[in-house]
């Protein structure tokens, strides 16, 4: 058994945040997904104010794109409790290419485990329970494993009776298990250091089937905590709804939990109607007879009297005017959607563009 050992002040995290969140533009086109106001705060700070609670002290952020609106965001962490550093990859690398980058601004020696976050997770499952898992078991890797109810889409990790990962399945029709890679590890930092520098490496399809295959421990802590990947513009709407509806306790969450989480500044008429965990961002204005529900609404943006907004996000500066109707609809920065407008189900607008009245509709009537 290898040996281990763990003072959590002492704990150290990378931190996964260099994709370009392709699946959540225009959103991303000039922020990245990590940085996204969630439930009134980039959504990264829930993910460091998470694992501050469960003993990390120190944080190195894998980055790619857009890295320095990172460092420009979270500066050297000292406002969080935290301490930052930040590890550039000057060309994508993989999952395992991008810790091993990360790895070489650790401190922590080789037998020291080491949390490894991906930054578009929403979990709320036990850390320090996970890292007492890798701990005591002397294990390679531990990974957390979440409970869905169709595993088909994901790919599927089945375990031993004594928790032991057996195999890393691809997509299939009918999996073996409804368990996932939910996207959380704890690495022996004696482990990373076998990744290969500088090379593009998947550490889902290279480096835990190596190390299953080398009869290394590889264990799975499985649980069935609230849990969520926001890499669509649907579940980023619901992510932030369900930390503002206090479904996930988060201690970044600027406000109580409750129907709707009014930033700095925001303007909501008595007469208009937000509910279901929408945000109201700073300056942003919700006027009389207007109804929200489960969205969010970016900094300055106006919702128009008698607008409808359902399961939506409405960008920075953007306008929806009278009468408009949006549901499940992601409105870019500075977009103006005119009367009568009616978008529904997955539309995207992108940044600046401007709707005339009635242009779009899914029903015939005005």
Not at 47 to 55: F, I, S
Not at 78 to 99: F, H, K, N, R
Not at 143 to 149: D, G, M, P, Q, S
Not at 154 to 170: K, M, N, Q, S
Request: charged content about 20%.
């Amino acid at each position: 058994m290898r040996e281990t050992s763990l003072r959590s002040p002492d704990l150290e995290a990378i931190l996964l945040v260099g994709g370009q969140g392709t699946r959540l533009r225009p959103l991303t086109l000039r922020t990245p997904k990590p940085l996204l106001p969630t439930a009134g705060v980039p959504f990264l700070a829930h993910q460091l104010a998470k694992a501050r609670a469960h003993g990390v002290r120190r944080v190195v952020f894998a980055t790619s794109y857009r890295a320095s609106m990172f460092t420009e965001v979270f500066g050297d962490g000292s406002d969080l409790g935290l301490e930052i550093v930040y590890m550039t990859e000057e060309t994508p690398l993989g999952t395992g290419g991008a810790i091993r980058n990360a790895a070489a601004a650790l401190t922590c020696p080789p037998e020291s485990p080491v949390l490894v976050l991906n930054g578009d997770i929403l979990s709320g499952h036990d850390i320090a329970a996970q890292v007492g898992l890798h701990v005591s078991r002397g294990a390679a890797v531990t990974l957390h494993l979440t409970e869905v109810a169709d595993a088909s889409r994901f790919g599927c990790v089945p375990t031993g009776a004594d928790g032991r990962v057996t195999a890393f399945l691809e997509k299939m029709a009918n999996p073996v298990t409804n368990r996932i890679n939910a996207g959380c590890y704890v690495f022996q930092r004696s482990v990373i250091d076998t990744i290969p520098a500088g090379q593009v490496v998947s550490v889902e399809r290279e480096t835990f089937p190596s190390l299953i295959e080398a009869g290394e421990l590889v264990l799975g802590f499985a649980d069935s905590s609230y849990w969520l990947d926001v890499g669509t513009p649907a579940a980023f709407v619901q992510g932030s709804a369900d930390l503002v509806l206090g479904r996930l306790d988060s201690p970044a969450l600027p406000g109580p939990a409750g129907e709707f989480l009014l930033m700095d500044g925001a303007v909501v008429s008595p007469e208009a109607k937000v509910t279901g965990g929408t945000v109201v961002g700073r300056r942003a204005t919700v006027e009389a007879g207007a109804s929200v529900r489960g969205s969010v609404l970016a900094d300055d943006c106006v919702v128009a009297s008698g607008a409808t907004v359902v399961d939506s996000v409405v960008g920075t500066g953007a306008r929806v005017a009278a009468g408009a109707v949006l549901r499940q609809v992601v409105v870019g920065d500075e977009a103006q959607i005119g009367p009568g407008n009616e978008l529904m189900s997955g539309v995207r607008v992108w940044p600046g563009v401007r709707l005339p009245e009635c242009s779009v509709r899914f029903s015939s009537d005005v």
